[in-house]
T-cell receptor, first 113, second 114 residues
């Protein structure tokens, strides 16, 4: 069965600084990887996804993620954080055999002025 | 386009009671996923319905059940509520399976069991 670990429960970053959120997955086959963001009081919104091909994936809101098979990682990055990026971020891995997404526990991002 | 709508937004129930949560998918979407988001645990997969059929089920006891109607809306039923059922229940819809088609999430139903 697939699983996801997000090692950082909470990250605080200054506005304008760079952000990197870590995600490690466990899955025996080729993973389908996703990053979602959940703003306060909102449902989840898809930021980006990786299925195959170029290991650097661009998403919405200026986010990107890099798939590294050797490290079983799919870290999310943003070069310059805005106050509106304060939210909870979830990494997920999908299995093509059961079409189920397994989510990590999430990382809460706080942006300070 | 209207998004995924869930009702009610908040609910307070007593242990042992039963509850029904509702989800209306985006027009044109045939798949509905249900997730439980308990504090600090991330999202746990509950159920997946597609074209009116249950396609997959997560590791939850049988007292968690649901169905999908011909108009693709869905209900999640939880019987014999326990305190640990307190969580945010999220519904998501898609044009097909949640791997090949993007999931669109509703804002959730906050269930509190006392």
């Amino acid at each position: 069965a697939q699983s996801v670990t997000q090692p950082d429960i909470h990250i605080t970053v200054s506005e304008g600084a760079s952000l990197e959120l870590r995600c490690n997955y466990s899955y025996g086959a080729t993973p389908y990887l996703f990053w979602y963001v959940q703003s306060p009081g909102q449902g989840l919104q898809l930021l980006l996804k990786y299925f195959s091909g170029d290991t650097l994936v661009q998403g919405i809101k200026g986010f990107e993620a890099e798939f590294k098979r050797s490290q079983s990682s799919f870290n999310l990055r943003k070069p310059s954080v805005h106050w509106s990026d304060a939210a909870e971020y979830f990494c997920a891995v999908g299995a093509i055999n059961d079409y189920k997404l397994s989510f990590g526990a999430g990382t809460t991002v706080t942006v300070r002025a | 386009e209207a998004g995924v709508t869930q009702s009610p937004t908040h609910l307070i129930k007593t242990r042992g009671q039963q509850v029904t949560l509702r989800c209306s998918p985006i027009s044109g979407h045939t798949s509905v996923y249900w997730y439980q988001q308990a504090l600090g645990l991330g999202l746990q997969f509950l159920l997946w319905y597609d074209e009116g059929e249950e396609r997959n089920r997560g590791n939850f006891p049988p007292r968690f059940s649901g169905r999908q109607f011909p108009n693709y809306s869905s209900e999640l039923n939880v019987n014999a509520l326990e305190l640990e059922d307190s969580a945010l229940y999220l519904c998501a819809s898609s044009r097909g399976d949640g791997i090949n088609y993007d999931l669109h999430f509703g804002n959730g139903t906050r269930l509190t069991v006392t």
